[in-house]
């Protein structure tokens, strides 16, 4: 089966490499999916680059343990391992392959593995891409504006970093939950904002949300360009930060600083942080789907590129202004 596949970390079109692997075999409670389409996450162009280099302690200090990228899939099931028996050959699926379990196995694939209980039925009249593109952005924003949140009708909340793709999810739940919801982007992107549901939009070119006098109830920051503490005093009394960032910036920490700042400012009391996990299991997946069918929330895509354009969508997405989400086909 072709592939896509890393041998080293540094440019994505210098690294990565259209091949012909083995296909896997599902072992128990896996399924082999025949992959339609997958999207490009944050995890895929540090994966890549091994920027910030203190998580290569993880993943490989030389190169990726993993040679294939990319976690989010939707696709038909192929093939079944032992203990599956809500899946069968042929269903269409999306979900996340993150498994410490399937070290090798990677989206950016022809075929790959997925454990059973990160797979949902995709939702009907859901292209693959958008489905694809719901599984980790959507379950992020899922998890950060339901559970961590617990937004409800009248919560004042700021999505900083509101045309990315966690950032046009977040915006969108929020508002489906009845928030009152400002979103900070660029000005190319506000129209589009504003179209997903947020009452009022700030233009960080131009507006600095940090110094301004509105507070916020909640606070989703998908950028970290401030100090924490400085975003902190954009919270009502009783308010929620939420960071969601490794930054931009490269180095040995990149924006991993900001983000153990943050967790002190959220331990010394001074505000309160919490961070947000994205649980990508059966049930955030439904749920995610259902509002996807419905209409209530859509995938905001700005590109779609083929299987052998996966290098171009990984540096796409690592000039970190990609307008929602970026997906990757593969034709049957």
């Given at each position: ?23 896997p075999v599902p072992g128990p409670g896996q399924v082999l999916v025949r992959v339609r389409a997958s999207s490009v996450n944050t995890p895929d162009w540090i994966g890549v680059t ?283």
């Amino acid at each position: 089966m072709k592939a896509i596949v890393q041998g080293r970390y540094g440019p994505p079109e210098q690294v990565l490499e259209l091949k012909e692997i083995d296909r896997p075999v599902p072992g128990p409670g896996q399924v082999l999916v025949r992959v339609r389409a997958s999207s490009v996450n944050t995890p895929d162009w540090i994966g890549v680059t091994g920027v910030p280099y203190l998580l290569r302690i993880q993943s490989g200090l030389r190169a990726p343990g993993n040679a294939v990228r990319g976690t989010d899939i939707a696709g038909i099931v192929e093939a079944i391992g032992e203990d599956v028996t809500d899946l069968r050959p042929g269903d269409e699926v999306f979900g996340s392959l993150w498994s410490e379990n399937l070290p090798t196995a990677g989206a950016f694939a022809e075929y790959t593995l997925a454990p059973a209980a990160q797979l949902a039925p995709k939702p009907p009249g859901v292209s693959f891409e958008e489905a694809a593109a719901a599984v980790m952005s959507g379950v992020t924003a899922l998890c950060a504006m339901r559970d961590t949140a617990a937004v409800e009708p009248g919560t004042r909340v700021l999505v900083n970093g509101a045309s990315g793709g966690v950032g046009t999810f977040a915006v969108q739940l929020a508002a489906h939950y009845g928030a009152q919801v400002t979103g900070v982007c660029g000005p190319a992107n506000a129209a589009m904002v504003r179209e997903l549901g947020a009452h009022h939009v700030i233009d960080y070119t131009r507006d600095d949300f940090t110094e301004g006098s509105e507070r916020y109830d909640v606070i989703l920051d998908n950028v970290l360009n401030h100090a924490p503490s400085r975003t902190a005093r954009a919270l009502a009394a009783g308010g929620v930060l939420i960071p969601n960032s490794v930054g931009n910036t490269g180095g040995l920490f990149a924006g991993m600083g900001r983000m153990a700042r943050a967790k002190l400012l959220g331990l010394t009391r001074r505000a309160d942080v919490r961070f947000s996990p994205c649980i990508t299991n059966r049930a955030n997946l439904i749920a995610i789907g259902g509002l996807l069918a419905s209409g209530e929330v859509k995938a905001v895509i700005e590109r779609t590129y083929t299987l052998e354009e996966t290098p171009k969508a990984i540096a796409h997405m690592l000039g970190h202004h990609a307008r929602g989400n970026i997906a990757i086909t593969v034709p049957d």
